[in-house]
């Protein structure tokens, strides 16, 4: 599975961005969890959201619940990230990830692909 995020940029604190992440393999795209993470320089890798196969599902982290949302299309096989009221420590590379049995885990480590990111930086 090859995942390609997008929509990431430079943006005023209090503003919004959609990011959108759009899968391509062999396993279909219904069939997969997927997630967004993200990793500012010097910090760990933070789980932001994620959301089931069927998206009846959705999970947050703890400083995203609120402001971000999360959805799928998967007649368009692309996964999105709408992101509100941002503030300067959301400043961050996003990345996309998906999982082929997902039960709304935060953890990096049961995802099984990840995308290249995408920047966001929010200034004050």
């Known amino acids: 599975v090859q995942l390609q995020a997008s929509g990431g940029g430079s943006v005023q604190s209090g503003e919004t961005l959609r990011l959108s992440c759009t899968a391509a393999?062999?396993?279909?795209?219904?069939?997969?969890?997927m997630a967004w993470f993200r990793q500012a320089p010097g910090k760990r890798r933070e789980f932001v959201a994620a959301?089931?196969?069927?998206?009846?599902?959705?999970y947050y982290g703890d400083s995203m619940s609120g402001r971000f949302a999360i959805s799928r299309d998967n007649a368009k096989n692309t996964v999105y990230l709408q992101m509100n009221s941002l503030k300067p420590e959301d400043t961050a590379v996003y990345y996309c990830?998906?999982?082929?049995?997902?039960?709304?885990?935060?953890?990096?480590?049961?995802?099984?692909?990840w995308g290249k990111g995408t920047q966001v930086t929010v200034s004050s």
């Open positions: 990830a998906a999982a082929r049995y997902y039960s709304g885990s935060h953890s990096a480590g049961d995802m099984d692909y």
């Open positions: 393999g062999h396993t279909p795209f219904g069939r997969l969890g």
């Open positions: 959301i089931s196969r069927s998206g009846s599902s959705k």
